[in-house]
């Protein structure tokens, strides 16, 4: 294991690489940092201004200019300068504005190149500035993760990682085990003593609490991961009720095929869209009934695998052929087979335009919200959307908006949250201080691999090669 600082191969090296899109467009930006960023920079730009000297230059400051290729003209450019440490990378740092010619962005990058840099690998700007001290390492993630973002949601999550959001809690909980350690170490130091400088009884509600904190950031993946990826709604329901006509109303194109032929969806199909600034991942399933076809009776069984992974059940079913009770009996059964007691279950009513008459006190029987729809004439699908939003809006606001949404983070804290567990057992078996301290510390480490004050080569190298290139 190794600390961030001493951690990153080529680092006296000064970096260059095209930071955006690929392709041809109006402009295009190529990036420069390390030590000689701006004496390389110096070598090919010339300023509209006489006698500029970009080394004097003050930094956050942007300068009109063109590039040459000795006496070559290559693009006229804007360039912005940084300064170290106040920079993205924590370097001196120049960003290249050029026209979006795929020739031009080539050339100057082969200039760069040239004249003394080198090409970046994947994400080796963010992992410069996670080194240089700009960033720890769930914000650095972050980064690739706001790149990644294609919802308000998806975006709001990766803001507040990326502005420290829960890695300010990891670290204070992280300080307090490190007092309590230390105090435990000096313990040792008096063994022969029999002296106690760490107070059991504060460290026990100390774990307590800590626990607590941890428990609620492990809850909070459930919220955060479904936010990034997309919350994921299964549409179920006996065969024919209209589930494929729901999901092509949902998604405004026939995307399922629709027939009236019962168990034609045989397996599951999903798609994507973004209400109200929240994504949503909906899977039609085949319709649920006992089948003797083989190939049916595999697709029923991968739509309760669906049930049971989805946030959301859209719970399908025609209202004229329907009973209260049979409605009743299928949520009872579902809540009975996957009780996960986050899993919201809305009841919808199709095909209201065959209806003669609304069932007498129907929403009086069913202890959920029920919709009635038509699917085939797009009515009161808005209805649906609404019930999704706030359904999602208020489970995150019940989460206090502190969400864990990464993987990485997620196990480290379950990791984190078992030493706990332990320190406290051997805290009430009054185990020696020196296998105490050894369980604080294992806790205290896993807390560290979360904002990368300790961590691995390996998870350095997995974490940072998923970045684009200019990142």
């Given at each position: 294991m190794t600390t961030k600082k001493a951690r990153l191969g080529g680092s006296e090296d000064t970096i260059c690489a095209i930071a955006s899109p690929a392709g041809t467009g109006a402009v295009?930006?190529?990036?420069?940092?390390?030590?000689?960023?701006?004496?390389i920079i110096q070598k090919i730009f010339k300023s509209s201004k006489k006698d500029?000297?970009?080394?004097?230059?003050?930094?956050?400051?942007?300068?009109?200019?063109?590039?040459?290729?000795?006496?070559?003209?290559?693009?006229?450019?804007?360039?912005?300068?940084?300064?170290?440490?106040?920079?993205?990378t924590g370097e001196d740092s120049v960003e290249i504005t050029c026209h979006g010619s795929y020739f031009i962005q080539k050339k100057i990058l082969e200039l760069l190149v040239d004249h003394g840099a080198?090409?970046?690998n994947p994400g080796e700007f963010t992992m410069r500035a996670f080194v240089n001290g700009k960033m720890d390492l769930s914000q650095a993630e972050a980064v690739a993760e706001l790149i990644a973002s294609n919802s308000a949601s998806s975006h709001k999550v990766a803001i507040q990682q990326m502005r420290g959001g829960y890695s300010k809690k990891i670290k204070a909980l992280r300080e307090q085990l490190l007092d309590f350690a230390s105090l435990i170490e000096l313990e040792l130091d008096f063994s022969e003593e029999?002296?106690?400088?760490?107070?059991?009884?504060?460290?026990?509600?100390?774990?307590?609490?800590?626990?607590?904190?941890i428990d609620i950031l492990i809850r909070s993946f459930s919220l955060g991961n479904v936010l990034k990826n997309g919350i994921p709604v299964a549409i179920t329901g006996k065969p024919n009720v209209g589930k494929s006509t729901l999901l092509n109303a949902i998604l405004n194109e026939e995307r399922a095929i629709v027939s009236e032929i019962p168990g034609t969806t045989r397996d599951s199909i999903e798609d994507t869209i973004v209400i109200d600034g929240?994504?949503?991942?909906?899977?039609?399933?085949?319709g649920l009934r006992k089948s003797q076809d083989t190939i049916e009776a595999f697709g029923i069984e991968r739509t309760y695998e669906t049930i049971e992974k989805a946030s959301v059940v859209l719970f399908l079913f025609d209202v004229n052929e329907t009973t209260v009770n049979e409605v009743v009996d299928a949520i009872n059964e579902f809540k009975a087979r996957f009780p996960d007691q986050d899993k919201k279950y809305i009841i919808i009513a199709n095909k209201i335009d065959l209806m003669i008459e609304v069932p007498h006190g129907f929403k009086n029987y069913v202890d959920h919200e029920t919709i009635f729809i038509s699917a085939k004439r797009k009515e009161n699908i808005q209805s649906i959307f609404e019930s999704l939003v706030k359904s999602a809006k208020t489970k995150g606001e019940e989460e206090n908006n502190i969400l864990v949404s990464n993987i990485r983070h997620y196990e480290a804290m379950k990791l984190c949250l078992q030493s706990v567990n332990e320190i406290e057992k051997g805290i009430q078996k009054h185990i020696s201080p020196e296998w105490l301290v050894s369980d604080v510390k294992q806790a205290?480490?896993?807390?560290?691999?979360?904002?990368?004050?300790?961590?691995?080569e390996d998870i350095l190298d997995s974490i940072f090669s998923r970045f684009c290139i200019g990142k």
């Amino acid at each position: 294991m190794t600390t961030k600082k001493a951690r990153l191969g080529g680092s006296e090296d000064t970096i260059c690489a095209i930071a955006s899109p690929a392709g041809t467009g109006a402009v295009a930006m190529i990036r420069l940092s390390g030590k000689d960023a701006l004496s390389i920079i110096q070598k090919i730009f010339k300023s509209s201004k006489k006698d500029f000297i970009i080394e004097k230059a003050a930094s956050h400051t942007v300068h009109f200019g063109h590039i040459y290729s000795g006496d070559e003209l290559i693009d006229e450019v804007l360039l912005s300068i940084y300064k170290a440490p106040n920079s993205y990378t924590g370097e001196d740092s120049v960003e290249i504005t050029c026209h979006g010619s795929y020739f031009i962005q080539k050339k100057i990058l082969e200039l760069l190149v040239d004249h003394g840099a080198r090409t970046a690998n994947p994400g080796e700007f963010t992992m410069r500035a996670f080194v240089n001290g700009k960033m720890d390492l769930s914000q650095a993630e972050a980064v690739a993760e706001l790149i990644a973002s294609n919802s308000a949601s998806s975006h709001k999550v990766a803001i507040q990682q990326m502005r420290g959001g829960y890695s300010k809690k990891i670290k204070a909980l992280r300080e307090q085990l490190l007092d309590f350690a230390s105090l435990i170490e000096l313990e040792l130091d008096f063994s022969e003593e029999d002296v106690e400088f760490a107070n059991r009884a504060k460290l026990l509600a100390l774990l307590e609490n800590i626990k607590k904190e941890i428990d609620i950031l492990i809850r909070s993946f459930s919220l955060g991961n479904v936010l990034k990826n997309g919350i994921p709604v299964a549409i179920t329901g006996k065969p024919n009720v209209g589930k494929s006509t729901l999901l092509n109303a949902i998604l405004n194109e026939e995307r399922a095929i629709v027939s009236e032929i019962p168990g034609t969806t045989r397996d599951s199909i999903e798609d994507t869209i973004v209400i109200d600034g929240i994504s949503f991942r909906f899977i039609d399933t085949a319709g649920l009934r006992k089948s003797q076809d083989t190939i049916e009776a595999f697709g029923i069984e991968r739509t309760y695998e669906t049930i049971e992974k989805a946030s959301v059940v859209l719970f399908l079913f025609d209202v004229n052929e329907t009973t209260v009770n049979e409605v009743v009996d299928a949520i009872n059964e579902f809540k009975a087979r996957f009780p996960d007691q986050d899993k919201k279950y809305i009841i919808i009513a199709n095909k209201i335009d065959l209806m003669i008459e609304v069932p007498h006190g129907f929403k009086n029987y069913v202890d959920h919200e029920t919709i009635f729809i038509s699917a085939k004439r797009k009515e009161n699908i808005q209805s649906i959307f609404e019930s999704l939003v706030k359904s999602a809006k208020t489970k995150g606001e019940e989460e206090n908006n502190i969400l864990v949404s990464n993987i990485r983070h997620y196990e480290a804290m379950k990791l984190c949250l078992q030493s706990v567990n332990e320190i406290e057992k051997g805290i009430q078996k009054h185990i020696s201080p020196e296998w105490l301290v050894s369980d604080v510390k294992q806790a205290i480490y896993y807390l560290a691999q979360i904002t990368g004050d300790v961590t691995s080569e390996d998870i350095l190298d997995s974490i940072f090669s998923r970045f684009c290139i200019g990142k």
